[in-house]
């Protein structure tokens, strides 16, 4: 027990110290993570998570992901929001908003960053992925499926886009209330989970990580660290 709640504890005074905004002026702007796409001519793949608005950024990141492609002049950004939810829309957003945007002042991660032929290639595949996103019309919190669940789905069907979602992507062990096997986010390795509740995964991209209760601890081999659920990762780069 002391392992959860210690590790959450920690997060919540990270969480107090940054302090509170209102969601209506919180800041969306650009953090710079994101090449220009108006200069940039090759196509670019990346992915983004940062701390949820109010006390769910005590425990979990929002999570998304940006394409261009080649000689674009702008990006397009695929993620899900559970409150459009509440106003009979899309609970996918595509959307060509800022790329890297804060999300309610918090400056995100940068975990996945492809450019060039590469990333031509799978822009299709994540397209793609994004259509037979399975629960388009459903969305938990908790344990999913939420934003985290959907991101996590990209990867899992784009193996090539090698994506390591952070352990405090909740949601991105939910598989579905049926299924229980399936490969990690990364995209190489074995994951099982019931329900997004209790589970564990071994991955090139994860390393081992033990789900309970939608709180996940890991050790990542390479390099070497510690994931701790509310922290996130401990150790080198």
Known sequence: MALLVAPLMGSAALVAARGTVH???????????????????????QAYAARTWGWRGVFAVHSWIVVKKAGADQY????????????????IKISHATPDGRWFSVKPELLTDIRGPKAAELISKIQSAVARYPWADQYRTWPGPNSNSFTAWIGRQVPD??????????????????????????????????GGLFGILAGREEGIEVNVLGAAFGLDPSPLAIKLPGIGRIGWR
């Open 76 to 91: 397009t950004r695929f993620e899900v929001i559970g409150w459009r939810q509440y106003y009979g829309r899309p609970l």
């Open 23 to 45: 969601w209506s002026t919180a800041s969306r702007a650009a953090t710079g993570q994101a090449p220009n796409p108006v200069t940039t001519h090759e196509a670019v793949i």
């Open 161 to 194: 886009l090698g994506l390591r979602l952070p352990v405090t992507a909740v949601g991105k062990d939910y598989l579905g209330d049926s299924d229980v096997f399936s490969v990690p986010p990364g995209g190489r390795g074995f994951q099982f989970s019931l």
